[in-house]
T-cell receptor, first 113, second 115 residues
């Protein structure tokens, strides 16, 4: 089955700097890669997603890149702000069913003022 | 549009008891999935219901069960609680006419503590 590895587990960056979180997946059939942000006391919220037929996707300060050959994808956050502090999860899926989504172990991002 | 609503927000139970958690999905969503979140194991899939039928099941013992009603609301039940069942239980809904089925919308979860 699919396995998703996420690095680093914790990340601290200066406000205004960029943050990068990396994930690798094992199943070459995976074709959907969402990223979720979980703030304290809340459930994960979808922030951006990408499909395997696209190499990069950007939404304001957030971008995701996908390398299908290497089976890895990354989340890039530019001009970080205090409200970016949260736990971020990557995920991968090879099916249209929500239940087939496999999550990474999460990255706790802290933004230093 | 109202989000996913989970009740109760917090629960404290003792070993051996049973518990029922409730989830109301986003209006129009027909799929409800349940996840267990713990610091050590991360997000683990429990089961998914679609149109009142269990569509998929994760690798959890039979003490964990669920159901979905005709209005898409879902409940999950855990019987004979164990200390290791202490976790945040998250419900996610998906699937509407203007969304692809994979996009999960999570509730805030029910924090279960087993003493």
């Amino acid at each position: 089955g699919e396995n998703v590895e996420q690095h680093p587990s914790t990340l601290s960056v200066q406000e205004g700097d960029s943050a990068v979180i990396k994930c690798t997946y094992s199943d070459s059939a995976s074709n959907y890669f969402p990223w979720y942000k979980q703030e304290l006391g809340k459930g994960p919220q979808l922030i951006i997603d990408i499909r395997s037929n696209v190499g990069e996707k950007k939404d304001q300060r957030i971008a995701v890149t996908l390398n299908k050959t290497a089976k890895h994808f990354s989340l890039h956050i530019t001009e970080t702000q205090p409200e970016d502090s949260a736990v971020y999860f990557c995920a991968a899926s090879d099916d249209s069913s929500a239940s087939k989504i496999i999550f990474g172990s999460g990255t706790r991002l802290s933004i230093r003022p | 549009k109202a989000g996913v609503t989970q009740t109760p927000r917090y629960l404290i139970k003792t070993r051996g008891q049973q518990v029922t958690l409730s989830c109301s999905p986003i209006s129009g969503h027909r799929s409800v999935s349940w996840y267990q979140q713990t610091p050590g194991q991360g997000l683990q899939f429990l089961f998914e219901y679609f149109s009142e039928t269990q569509r998929n099941k994760g690798n959890f013992p039979g003490r964990f069960s669920g159901r979905q009603f005709s209005n898409s609301r879902s409940e999950m039940n855990v019987s004979t609680l164990e200390l290791g069942d202490s976790a945040l239980y998250l419900c996610a809904s998906s699937g509407s006419l203007d969304n692809l089925g994979e996009k999960l919308f999570f509730g805030s979860g029910t924090q279960l503590s087993v003493l």
